[in-house]
């Protein structure tokens, strides 16, 4: 009797979930084939819910009271909030609308910018990030449940500790920490068209909790005593810099999403539903963020200390009952944030590095198990700031990714593009050996000025003179310098064989609706006799283990839609 389960073939995607777009899957799966027209279900209302339920999370408030520190005043520090939410809000749409317009995730929409092999380096980046931020993030909602349970049993404060200290994590953390990930496991087998409702969830629920919070403190400390006498503490060179500095860090605080926001918005049911991105990402960031900074000043009169963390303010009252509720809110902001922020992102990325094998909810299991509990996020917080730097300094790569991936779609191939030539090694996004060398020449230029301080901010000891400050406005500069290089040099040098006399979607081949059985091996054969009149065959038709790449090169002579 054959045992199932133990062999790499028996985990393949190949049978189940096989790819009804392209015919290898080697290089695609259900998941990143281009969404069906009836999975197309997210409305404007759903992409609100998504903005107000990532915007409601503990870092955001964290963010904007953070530039308090700098020496900012508050007058100072939410203009910088809502310019860089401003600014990341317009590129959001940018790319949003490519991901709309073409149905289609963010690993596989880069390798028409990148190329398809040098694609792979900001897939890879963005899993490991993802991975380590989810961890981070599971132990930001295991301090909520700490919070809960102590304003339902005081006691919880007092359970004795069992484990050593070196361990970086005490029992009641560790209990805390596992029940915080339980709750949250379900989630991981929930489709990106379902998880929709979980946003809606908690869009209404924890603004309503945090405009109470907000309340509570205008009642308990005035705002002329918390907030008027804030003042800047800064003048002159220190004081810009100081600001775009903030800027900077309101930037990079959502530049991840600006990358890969086409893996939500290519369930759109139109291009029109996710513009509403330019007007509440502004919005609600700002809001959150002048929350976080009212609160935190009414903190420091009320309890003589900068509770930049809100879970340490919650710790300090005496009300269990507000203080379970207000805890709870922040269960629930984690919660949709770490699923929308990182695990559907990472599960984005692995399915398309591992096609045969993950679709996006192994793609989730595999993020919660490797960032849950392979890394120990209770060790990274404790033992390595300079590692977290790193990770919050990575925003020097997400600039010149997004500017490129801007400029490549709308400037230089201006929306013509060949969807089903991203599936295929071989085709048109082959460039050179894989690498659109333009790309990465741009990518050289705009990030190597901002190593020195990404360098600084992970070991202070290590001198880098005014390199440093390139830093401050690392996102900026990477966007707007990539851009520019990459422009000029797909303009001085054209990749001829990527232009395209209109665009070429997934829908134009009759590949992307749902059939079955017979009708299913009709249109099938109807769909093969339209590539074979259709496609140029440029290669070995039994390259690559003898699977055929039917989507070498589509010409440019398909018909306008």
């Known amino acids: 009797m054959k045992l199932t389960g133990f062999q790499l073939a028996d985990w393949s995607l190949s049978h189940r979930d096989a790819s009804k777009f392209g015919l290898s899957s080697r290089w695609s799966n259900k998941d990143m084939d281009p969404v069906l027209p009836k999975d197309r279900t997210w409305t404007t209302w759903d992409y609100i819910a998504y903005w107000v339920c990532d915007a409601t999370n503990a870092g955001v408030w964290q963010l904007a009271s953070s530039m308090l520190a700098v ?59 993802a991975m380590f931020w989810f961890g981070i993030q599971t132990f930001t909602g295991s301090e909520c449940v700490y919070q809960m349970l102590k304003a339902i049993w005081p006691s919880t404060a007092n359970i004795p500790n069992h484990l050593p200290e070196s361990s970086h994590i005490t029992t009641v953390g560790m209990m805390c920490y596992f029940l915080y990930w339980v709750i949250q496991f379900p989630l991981m087998f929930v489709s990106p068209q379902n998880i929709r409702y979980l946003f809606t969830v908690k869009g209404i629920i924890v603004p309503f909790a945090w405009l109470s919070i907000l309340i509570w403190s205008f009642v308990k400390v005035s ?14 060179s220190a004081l810009s810099w100081a600001w775009l500095s903030a800027l900077n860090a ?21 291009e029109e539903a996710q513009f509403v991105q330019l007007f509440i990402i502004p919005v609600a960031f700002t809001f959150i963020g002048f929350c976080g900074i009212a609160v ?68 989730q299991v595999i993020c919660a198990i490797i960032g849950g509990w392979v890394l120990c996020p209770w060790e990274i917080l404790a033992s390595a700031p300079g590692f977290l730097s790193f990770m919050s300094g990575y925003t020097v790569f997400l600039g010149p990714f997004a500017g490129i991936m801007v400029v490549d779609f709308w400037l230089v191939h201006k929306g013509k593009v060949d969807v089903p030539a991203m599936y295929d090694p071989h085709g048109r996004y082959r460039y050179w ?49 990539a851009s520019a290089v990459y422009l000029f040099l797909s303009k001085a040098f054209p990749a001829q064989e990527t232009f395209l006399a209109d665009v070429i979607l997934g829908d134009d081949f009759g590949l992307n609706t749902p059939t079955q059985s017979s009708a299913q091996n009709e249109r099938d054969e109807q769909a093969n006799v339209f590539l074979a009149s259709h496609v140029d065959w440029g290669t070995n038709p039994l390259a690559d283990g003898g699977e055929s790449h039917h989507f070498i090169s589509a010409k440019s002579k398909v018909g306008k839609r």
């Open 223 to 236: 705002a002329k005593i918390s907030l008027v006498p804030l003042h800047t503490t800064l003048s002159g």
């Open 296 to 363: 935190t000043s009414a903190g420091e009169v009320l309890y003589g200390e900068i509770l930049w963390d809100p879970l340490r303010l919650i710790d300090k009252w005496d009300n269990r009952a507000a203080a379970f509720f207000a805890a709870f809110s922040f269960i629930l902001a984690t919660l949709g944030t770490n699923i929308s922020a990182n695990s559907l992102s990472a599960a984005n990325d692995m399915t398309a590095l591992f096609p045969n094998f993950i679709d996006i909810k192994r793609g």
């Open 71 to 129: 020496g900012l005043s508050w007058r100072q520090a939410l203009p910088a909030l809502a310019v860089g939410n401003i600014i990341i809000a317009s590129v959001m749409v940018l790319n949003g609308t490519i991901g709309a317009r073409l149905h289609i995730a963010f690993p596989v929409l880069n390798r028409s910018s990148f190329g398809f092999w040098l694609s792979y380096f900001s897939v890879i980046s963005r899993v490991v990030l």
């Open 433 to 481: 050996n894989g690498v659109n060398w333009r790309a990465a020449v741009a990518l050289l230029f705009s990030i190597t000025p901002t190593l020195p301080g990404l360098i600084n901010d992970i070991n202070p000891k290590i001198f880098v003179g005014k390199a440093s400050l390139l830093f401050n406005i690392a996102w900026l500069y990477g966007f707007f310098s």
């Open 250 to 270: 309101a930037l990079g605080n959502y530049a991840t999403l600006s990358v890969n926001i086409p893996d939500f918005t290519r369930y759109a049911k139109n």
